[in-house]
C-alpha cells in the first residue's frame, strides 16, 4: 500500500458525458501528479500540482482538467468523453516538485467509456 | 520535447536467464529513475540515478546510469517467476518538472 488513495475503482459511463476521478496524495505529500494509461501502454503524463498551484502540463486534452485542493487532495475532471478516453488513470504523489523526487502511485481509477 | 524511449517492448526468458533493459532520452537528463509495474497492479518505485556514470545494486537488480546522463540501463540477473512484470525508466531534464516515462519493457518468465 503506497498511501495514495483514488476513488472510484472503476467508473463506467457513456461517451458525451463528464466524469471526476479523486486522488488523495500521502499525508506529507504537496506534489501531486495525474498519468494515464492506456491498454498496454506506457504512462502519459498528464499534469502536475504542488501545493495547489499547477506546477507542469503535459499531453492534456482540454476537455480534461484538474485541480489541487487547500487539504492537498486533488481531482481530475474529464468531460465530453471519447471512447478512446478508455483507460486507466492513476495518480501519484511525492513530497516535493523537484528533483531528486520518488513518486508513490496509487491504485489507480479504470475508466470505461461505452 | 523531450522523449525516453525504452527497448525491447517485450522479453520472454527461461527463469533463471539475465535480463536487461535500456532506456534512452533525446536530452540530458538530471536523473532517471526506475519503476516496476506488476499485471493489475500500479508502477512502484524501485531507485533513482542522479549522477553521471552512476551505478547501483539491489540484489539481482543492477542500474546503470550513463556517463552522457542520456541513457540508463537495469540489468537483472538470473530472474525468477516473481521478477515479472513491466519496467519503466522515467527522466527529468534538469529545466523541467516533468517525468517523462519510457514506454517499458514488459518482462515474462518462464518457469
Known amino acids: 500500500d503506497s498511501g495514495v488513495t483514488q476513488t472510484p475503482k472503476h467508473l463506467i459511463t457513456a461517451t458525451g458525458q463528464r466524469v471526476t476521478l479523486r486522488c488523495s496524495p500521502r499525508s506529507g505529500d504537496l506534489s501531486v501528479y495525474w498519468y494515464q494509461q492506456s491498454l498496454d501502454q506506457g504512462l502519459q503524463f498528464l499534469i502536475q500540482y504542488y501545493n495547489g498551484e499547477e506546477r507542469a502540463k503535459g499531453n492534456i486534452l482540454e476537455r480534461f482538467s484538474a485541480q489541487q485542493f487547500p487539504d492537498l487532495h486533488s481531482e481530475l475532471n474529464l468531460s465530453s468523453l471519447e471512447l478512446g478516453d478508455s483507460a486507466l488513470y492513476f495518480c501519484a504523489s511525492s513530497v516535493s516538485s523537484g ?7 496509487g491504485p489507480g481509477t479504470r475508466l470505461t467509456v461505452l | ?24 532520452s533525446s536530452t540530458t537528463l538530471s ?5 516496476k509495474q506488476r499485471p493489475g497492479g500500479h508502477p512502484v518505485f524501485l531507485i ?3 549522477k553521471s556514470g552512476e551505478v547501483k545494486k539491489q540484489k ?13 540501463s537495469l540489468h537483472i540477473t538470473a530472474t525468477q517467476t516473481t521478477d515479472v ?6 527522466g527529468r531534464e534538469d529545466s523541467s518538472y516533468k ?13
Request: glycine share 8%; hydrophobic share 30%; with cysteine.
Open chain 2, 85 to 90: 512484470g513491466t519496467y519503466f525508466c522515467a
Open chain 2, 60 to 72: 539481482r537488480l543492477t542500474f546503470q546510469f550513463g556517463e552522457a546522463k542520456k541513457n540508463s
Open chain 2, 31 to 35: 536523473n532517471i529513475q526506475w519503476y
Open chain 2, 1 to 24: 520535447g523531450q522523449q525516453v524511449m525504452q527497448i525491447p517492448q517485450y522479453q520472454h526468458v527461461q527463469e533463471g536467464e539475465d535480463f536487461t533493459t535500456y532506456c534512452n
Open chain 2, 48 to 50: 533513482q540515478l542522479v
Open chain 1, 99 to 105: 528533483s531528486p523526487n520518488e513518486q508513490f502511485f
Open chain 2, 99 to 111: 517525468l517523462i516515462f519510457g514506454s517499458g519493457t514488459r518482462l515474462l518468465v518462464r518457469p
